[in-house]
């Protein structure tokens, strides 16, 4: 048999991962690498072969078969010769730093699972490992602190799970009444709402996107976040922020030109269209997986099932450039957030760089006494790092070495939360970034997935490997801040 490659260029981590789950899910038969795929000496059953991630098709004699891979990505193609990742419901919004789908289909292939398994992802984001379970026929579990990150989850797990032709068909009833221009809603406890928005809004702006809000509510009911989902999309484009900017700054170019009901609109009907090829290229609707609001560093939900399957996520970078930023306005516009919580929002995410009052002290003072208990090598990491400020340091890079401490901190009791909910021998996989700071005037290169999985065997995991992972090359205002690399971590309970 031969598995051919798809028509785009390929990274080395990529080929390398073909590889693993081909030995994985069909065994560990004869394979020789060719220019065009691979050749086995085996002939599997169809329904294994059509998993298959890295591959297009497999080849025998006269017959060949696609593999649902390759149907989902050639329904979101955005251009010859390129991946595509925003197939299915993975496109309904343009969360930051989200997962690679590829990635975490090709993890749930070489750790073997099977539909009907379930599949925790404790940092779930928007949802891209939960979408991906539910596509296999497995059940994803998803925790995340960020609201709205939970709310999108849902809302692509919702969206997968109803009929394309329902969503149209709500979608038709929007059209209408949006198209009416009805008068803009008054809602509850409105006031910090209505005058945090109106800061970032044109008047006629905020009394429309309150329109579409409030239309959506009444038309959609139970299916509204889909249709919110998409609309927030839209809502940083048509504020009074710079769209490009992950931190918050007043925009100088002007305001899109077509209306936002029609970019809406428009977005929709794409984002249904999508769902709609998923739904034909799976077999139909796919009702799986949920997403839940909690910290991992604490506990897992009562909701959650256990013992689990595995685990397959994405963590917070340590000192990321604050994300949270960017979603300011769809926490609030959605009500997920008083505007006055933000701050304190964003303080609690594993990898803020934001420190406030009594906060700044705690972390002083925990990792003066190391009241977080870690290892040796962390420790002595963050010492160093405090040692090295110099007087030119300034407020953000003296924050870091107690910033790095309490983001190690937090992942040591995230690793042993998910260890207690796992099977005993059951993976885990970690993508993360690597991380650098500049103290003292000298750039310091952290290998955060090194310290990561150093922190995991204390919490009673085995290291099995780390796999290297190169990252696509970054553009932007925050170029110079950007993950160059990351490394695939596999751990294995114990």
């Not at 925790?120 to 925790?143: K, N, R, W």
């Not at 009833?173 to 005058?195: K, V, W, Y």
């Not at 150093?454 to 925050?478: C, K, V």
Request: glycine share 6%; net charge positive.
């Amino acid at each position: 048999m031969r598995l051919d490659w798809h028509d785009y260029r390929y990274y080395p981590y990529e080929r390398d991962l073909a590889a693993r789950e081909v030995a994985s899910l069909l065994g560990r038969h004869t394979m020789q690498v060719t220019i065009d795929g691979l050749e086995l000496a085996c002939e599997p059953e169809d329904d294994i072969v059509s998993r298959l991630t890295y591959f297009a098709r497999a080849a025998t004699g006269h017959d060949s078969l696609e593999t649902v891979q390759s149907l989902l990505e050639r329904t979101a193609r955005s251009g010859k010769n390129r991946q595509a990742t925003r197939y299915s419901v993975h496109g309904l919004h343009e969360y930051k730093g989200k997962f690679n789908p590829q990635v975490a289909k090709v993890l749930l292939n070489i750790f073997r699972v099977e539909p009907g398994h379930r599949v925790l992802d404790p940092f779930c984001g928007s949802g891209t490992t939960l979408v991906e379970c539910a596509q296999l026929g497995a059940t994803g579990v998803g925790i995340d602190i960020n609201p709205f990150a939970v709310f999108l989850a849902k809302a692509k797990l919702q969206a997968l799970g109803t009929p394309a032709s329902k969503l149209r068909s709500l979608l038709n009833g929007l059209s209408a009444n949006l198209r009416q221009t009805p008068q803009r809603p008054e809602f509850a406890h409105d006031n910090s709402r209505r005058q945090y928005l109106a800061s970032w809004f044109t008047a006629d702006l905020l009394e429309t996107i309150d329109v579409v809000l409030a239309e959506v509510q009444k038309v959609a009911a139970d299916i509204a976040p889909v249709f919110l989902a998409i609309a927030s999309n839209l809502l940083r484009d048509y504020s009074l922020q710079d769209p490009r900017d992950l931190r918050i700054r007043r925009r100088v170019s002007p305001l899109p030109e077509t209306p936002f009901i029609q970019a809406f609109l428009a977005q929709a009907e794409r984002a249904i269209g999508n769902v709609e090829a998923a739904q034909a290229v799976l077999g139909g609707p796919r009702c799986l997986g949920h997403a839940s609001l909690a910290d991992v560093t604490v506990e897992l939900p009562g909701t959650v099932p256990t013992p689990l399957d595995a685990a397959i996520t994405s963590p917070p970078y340590a000192m990321a450039l604050p994300y949270i930023d960017t979603q300011r306005l769809s926490l609030v516009w959605l009500g997920l957030v008083p505007p006055e919580r933000i701050l304190g929002l964003e303080a609690e995410l594993i990898g803020s760089r934001e420190f406030r009052g009594q906060a700044r002290k705690r972390a002083v003072s925990a990792l003066r006494a190391n009241d977080g208990g870690l290892p040796d090598a962390e420790l002595f990491l963050c010492r160093e790092l405090e040692a090295a400020l110099g007087e030119n340091d300034g407020f953000r890079r003296r924050a870091v070495p107690f910033l790095l401490y309490r983001y190690f901190t937090l992942m040591k009791q995230s690793f042993k939360t998910v260890r207690q909910a796992l099977r005993p021998g059951a993976p885990f996989g970690l993508v993360v970034g690597s991380n650098h700071t500049t103290i003292g005037g000298v750039r310091r290169e952290i290998d955060t997935p090194l310290h990561l999985a150093r922190l995991a065997t204390t919490q009673g995991w085995f290291q099995e490997e780390l796999i290297p992972m190169q990252t696509y090359r970054r553009y932007g205002y925050h170029v110079s801040n950007a993950v160059k690399s990351e490394t695939l971590v596999l751990l294995r309970n114990s």
